[in-house]
């Protein structure tokens, strides 16, 4: 099991740009594939992005390629989100998940998740 911490979340006008963080200590950072979803009020949670434990692999929900980024440190066992052109829409609350499988857009695939950071995009 690993524990995940973010951070980072805010309020930033449209186009603006944030970097969540995702912190994790437990077991091996690196031996996880780690995914960002987001969910907004009413919604259901929903897929950003993930990264492969060696952090080669990367995918994108077709909302965000192009504007998000995802990396890891795992030297610093972290996960990021570098989120540029934000916009309305993104507003969500944001969380970092970890698995010991291959990256996964479907979240019944993680097994440990953080508590979540809100992330609100407004003038």
């Known amino acids: 099991q690993v524990q995940l911490v973010e951070s980072g979340g805010g309020l930033v006008q449209p186009g603006g740009s944030l970097r969540l963080s995702c912190a994790a200590s437990?077991?091996?950072?690196?031996?996880?594939?780690v995914g960002w979803f987001r969910q907004a009020p009413g919604k259901e949670r929903e897929f950003a992005a993930a990264?492969?434990?060696?952090?080669?692999?990367?995918s994108y929900a077709d909302s965000v390629k192009g504007r998000f980024t995802i990396s890891r440190d795992n030297a610093k066992n972290t996960g990021y989100l570098q989120m540029n052109s934000l916009k309305p829409e993104d507003t969500a609350l944001y969380f970092c998940?970890?698995?010991?499988?291959?990256?996964?857009?479907?979240?019944?695939?993680?097994?440990?998740w953080g508590q979540g950071t809100q992330v609100t995009v407004s003038s």
């Open positions: 998940a970890a698995t010991s499988r291959l990256p996964s857009k479907n979240p019944h695939d993680y097994t440990d």
């Open positions: 437990g077991r091996t950072f690196s031996s996880y594939s």
């Open positions: 990264i492969s434990w060696t952090g080669r692999t990367t």
